[in-house]
């Protein structure tokens, strides 16, 4: 049986959008913490966590941006601070790209600091994803680095002679800042061979705060195209 009804409105890509986001929270148990990632994707779980907490589901839920919490709070679901959980029993959250090997790019919608921050203390992490974010490399959509303001400047040099073609955010002509009041630059890089090294080379420039890339961190992927599933698991080898 289908999660909702077709209709003129809604597209292949936000049905499975919203097919993924339905099936996600098939996994979300009485008592649980839960981990809310961002992202138009993830709106649809939101929402769907609000109907559950209606019908009597108690969670708690961590949020990883004030977009996230401010529509959590409008669909009724409680939230809590990080700082008062010592883990996260389950993440659910979007993904800009995602391999076969589950490894990602994430934080187009600049929330990626506090998105693997909150992975990182999650126990398991699920993306969803319509099924145009299945790719077999890295690297098409560009890699967003997030980077303090104060000498961002000598980063973007860094990035320019590492011919990774950095383009500095910016959102209705000012430039964008994250919920930490930090920077973006998107890279466009086009192919990313060795997602892990690349990560770990760009954390080394002083300034960068964190990567785009997500390595190691999904356990599972739930993709949809329209109302059809492919749920993928990472191999642990």
């Not at 529509?71 to 959980?85: M, V």
């Not at 909150?118 to 398991?124: E, H, Q, T």
């Not at 980063?155 to 430039?175: M, Q, T």
């Not at 061979?193 to 990567?211: A, F, M, Q, W, Y």
Request: proline content about 3%.
């Amino acid at each position: 049986m289908p999660y909702f009804e077709m209709t003129n409105d809604i597209d292949i890509k936000d049905l499975g959008k919203k097919t993924s986001a339905y099936k996600a929270a098939e996994y979300i148990e009485q008592g649980m913490t839960v981990g809310l990632g961002s992202g138009s994707t993830v709106f649809h779980v939101i929402v769907r966590v609000g109907e559950l907490v209606k019908e009597g589901l108690e969670i708690k839920c961590v949020s990883t941006s004030s977009s996230t919490s401010a529509l959590a709070k409008e669909c009724g679901i409680k939230l809590i601070e990080l700082s008062e959980t010592d883990s996260i029993d389950l993440t659910i959250d979007g993904a800009d790209e995602i391999d076969p090997k589950l490894c990602g790019i994430k934080g187009g919608g600049g929330a990626l600091l506090f998105e693997k921050i909150v992975a990182l203390n999650s126990k398991k992490n699920i993306w969803i994803a319509d099924s145009s974010k299945l790719v077999d490399t890295l690297g098409k959509f560009p890699l967003p680095v997030e980077v303090i303001p104060f000498g961002h400047r000598r980063v973007f040099r860094i990035l320019e002679d590492k011919n990774l073609n950095p383009v500095i955010r910016k959102r209705d002509g000012s430039i964008y800042q994250t919920d930490s009041g930090n920077l973006i630059m998107d890279l466009n890089i086009g192919t990313i061979s060795e997602p892990d090294k690349l990560d770990k080379d760009l954390k080394l420039i002083n300034g960068v705060v964190e990567t785009g890339i997500f390595c190691g961190i999904a356990d599972m992927a739930i993709i949809a195209e329209g109302e059809a599933i492919e749920v993928i698991v990472r191999s642990q080898q």
